[in-house]
């Protein structure tokens, strides 16, 4: 599987953006899909997820309510909406693939280590 991360860029605070992230291979529609995001001299984190089946889905604290995670299966897309973004957004960010199917309930939704693929990451600049 091949990840391939778009739509960042510079953004004032308050403003929005939608990532895509499209995928080429055949098995897109079993995977779940991450994204997650890397600021400049901090660990990578986990943003949001989204189950193979389209739910649930899952949120970083941090972007609850202010950013929405969905998947089109036949496009072999996942997408992370943006809004109301802040300057604490600005990191490059990834996304993923989990090939094992694991039950809604799972912590392994929100950890980097349990993705088997990645893409290469779009930044995104908020400026205040």
């Known amino acids: 599987v091949q990840l391939q991360a778009s739509g960042g860029g510079l953004v004032q605070a308050g403003g929005s953006l939608r990532l895509s992230c499209a995928a080429s291979?055949?098995?897109?529609?079993?995977?779940?899909m991450g994204w997650f995001r890397q600021a400049p001299g901090k660990e990578r984190e986990f943003v949001a997820a989204?189950?193979?089946?389209?739910?649930?889905?899952y949120y970083a604290d941090s972007v609850k309510g202010r950013f929405t995670i969905s998947r089109d299966n036949a496009k072999k897309t996942v997408y992370l909406q943006m809004n109301s973004l802040k300057p604490e957004d600005t990191a490059v960010y990834y996304c993923?693939?989990?090939?094992?199917?694991?039950?809604?309930?799972?912590?392994?939704?929100?950890?980097?280590?349990?993705?088997?693929?990645w893409g290469q990451g779009t930044l995104v600049t908020v400026s205040s």
């Open positions: 291979g055949r098995t897109f529609s079993t995977y779940a």
């Open positions: 993923a693939a989990d090939q094992t199917r694991r039950p809604y309930y799972s912590d392994s939704y929100y950890l980097d280590y349990e993705y088997d693929y």
């Open positions: 989204i189950r193979w089946s389209g739910g649930p889905t």
